[in-house]
Nanobody, 115 residues
Framework: QVQLVESGGGVVQPGGSLRLSCAASGSIFSPYSMGWHRQAPGKQPELVAT???????SYEDSVKGRFTISRDNAKNTVYLQMNSLKPEDTAVYFCNVWTVDSDYWGQGTQVTVSS
């Protein structure tokens, strides 16, 4: 069974930084992409960032230049470094893993940006 566990969320002031991590356990067959969604109250989940097996990354426009996604295949772990955080970044952040045949979601970690 594949499980994804996020960590690193919390409360931070505007302009601050957080680093989210997601550790995957179980058998995940290559190739697989990894990424992050976020969901604010009353809104649909939106894709924040993805990173392919070859480490090519893509970002939602509102986080470009502020967020950086990375992965460690040996640890089956994906990270999201979030800098210059804004109140509109407040959401539950979900880790995702996509294989050729399957997709997996973590349970989410809360990020709150508030002064």
């Amino acid at each position: 069974q594949v499980q994804l566990v996020e960590s690193g969320g919390g409360v931070v002031q505007p302009g601050g930084s957080l680093r989210l991590s997601c550790a995957a356990s179980g058998s995940i067959f290559s190739p697989y992409s990894m990424g992050w969604h976020r969901q604010a109250p009353g809104k649909q989940p939106e894709l924040v960032a993805t990173i392919a097996d070859g480490a090519a990354a893509s970002y939602e426009d509102s986080v470009k230049g502020r967020f950086t996604i990375s992965r460690d295949n040996a640890k089956n772990t994906v990270y999201l470094q979030m800098n210059s955080l804004k109140p509109e970044d407040t959401a539950v952040y979900f880790c995702n893993v996509w294989t050729v045949d399957s997709d997996y979601w973590g349970q989410g970690t809360q990020v709150t940006v508030s002064s």
